[in-house]
């Protein structure tokens, strides 16, 4: 069972990242393409191919991602907006068993703070010197802390996004993160899709509202130019997983 977990969630999707790395081009479109395929078929290993209709929130994840891969290939003028009518879409259709029963201004707030963090991600200009390790150190600590809240399959998911930039992560770090063979712009889909992982390990996995912030914080760092962002993501996904690995200590006791 663990070789399994072991291969479903970071074997598999650094394969399909190392096949994207020595077979896709430049390309910024190809490139995007090439690492949503690289989490997909781990992505439909783990949940045993998602239901069709979906009928839970993770067998709309594949559909987004896809939506969010070909949003990439529109002209400029209509892709942002586009790529945001998704999300919000994909959101809305997510949260939407929970807003029925449990409509509150709190999880309103909450769900408005992913909208503009998506909205920063898609409209900002992309500048991040290493946006794949970014991204892997961002996706790492969600699949650990969705580990703790106590969904493992959620956690899978987040553990399968972070290896499928593995390969170019491994690079930047190489390079003494300097440089990197991704913009930031090509890791976009990923990026939504993590936020939305993030929002389903809250409404269903009841992730505390405290780590859940500041993992929602550690992709932003995304636009920030200089290497600082690197320490900035580590800082706030350090702090996301203590602090629920905390309240797991703490909780032991009762």
């Known amino acids: 069972m663990q070789i399994q977990l072991l291969l479903q969630t970071i074997v598999l999707p650094l394969l399909l990242s190392f096949a994207v790395y020595k077979t896709v081009s430049k390309n910024t479109h190809w490139q995007a393409a090439g690492l949503f395929l690289a989490w997909l078929p781990a992505c439909f290993w783990i949940l045993n191919i998602p239901a069709l209709p979906p009928s839970e929130a993770v067998d709309w994840l594949w559909l987004a991602g896809l939506a969010f891969v070909a949003i990439q290939h529109l002209p400029t003028q209509y892709r942002n907006a586009t790529q945001l009518a998704v999300f919000i879409l994909t959101l809305l259709v997510i949260s939407w068993p929970v807003l029925q029963y449990e409509l509150s201004p709190s999880l309103i707030a909450e769900l408005l703070l992913m909208l503009l963090t998506a909205a920063i991600l898609v409209i900002a200009s992309p ?16 699949a650990v802390c969705t580990a703790l809240a106590g969904s493992l399959l959620v956690a899978q998911l987040a553990g399968a996004l972070a290896a ?4 170019f992560a491994i690079t930047e770090l190489g390079k003494r993160l300097t440089s990197s063979r991704l913009q930031t712009s090509t890791l976009l889909p990923l990026s939504l899709l993590y936020l ?16 859940a912030l500041l993992l929602l914080l550690a992709p932003l760092s995304l636009r920030l130019k200089s290497r600082s962002a690197i320490g900035l993501t580590l800082l706030a996904i350090v702090a996301a997983a203590v602090w629920l690995f905390l309240l797991q200590d703490s909780n032991s006791y009762y």
């Open 127 to 142: 500048s991040s010197p290493t946006p794949a390790l970014v991204l892997g150190m961002s996706a790492t600590a969600l």
């Open 164 to 167: 499928a930039p593995g390969i």
């Open 196 to 211: 939305l992982l993030l929002a389903i390990a809250r409404l269903y996995a009841e992730m505390p509202a405290g780590p």
